[in-house]
């Protein structure tokens, strides 16, 4: 299983940006909607921390408290994709995100999100 990640970019402080996770590569009956997916991210000099968890249905999800009330995360398991829509966004939200496949622990290899004026 392959997880790419896009979306990322440079931002002022208060805008918006949505990532993408595409995953693919499914084999031996897996697919994309029977597990839970997650969002972490990195920044500079830092550890990497998780940011959100969608269900695999979608329909239940959790954030970490420094995006709570600001990022939303959702799939579409048709399109075997993962959102994050991230608003109001803050110097601090600079980092590296990354999505994660628990039950295998799969990785992406990250796309870079600037906060900055």
């Known amino acids: 299983v392959q997880l790419v990640e896009s979306g990322g970019g440079l931002v002022q402080p208060g805008g918006s ?6 995953a693919s590569g499914f ?3 897996f697919t994309f909607m029977m597990y839970n997916m997650r ?3 990195q920044a500079p000099g830092q550890e990497r921390e998780w940011v959100a968890t969608c269900s695999a249905n979608g329909q239940t999800t959790s954030y970490a408290d420094p995006v709570k009330g ?3 995360v959702s799939r579409d398991n048709a399109k075997n994709t993962m959102y994050l829509q991230m608003t109001s966004l803050r110097s601090e939200d600079t980092a590296v995100y990354y999505c994660h496949r628990p039950a295998e622990n799969i ?3 990250g796309t870079q999100v600037t906060v900055s004026s």
């Open 17 to 22: 940006l949505r990532l993408s996770c595409v």
């Open 27 to 29: 084999t031996g009956g």
């Open 39 to 41: 969002w972490y991210r």
């Open 70 to 72: 600001r990022f939303t």
């Open 107 to 109: 990785w992406g290899r």
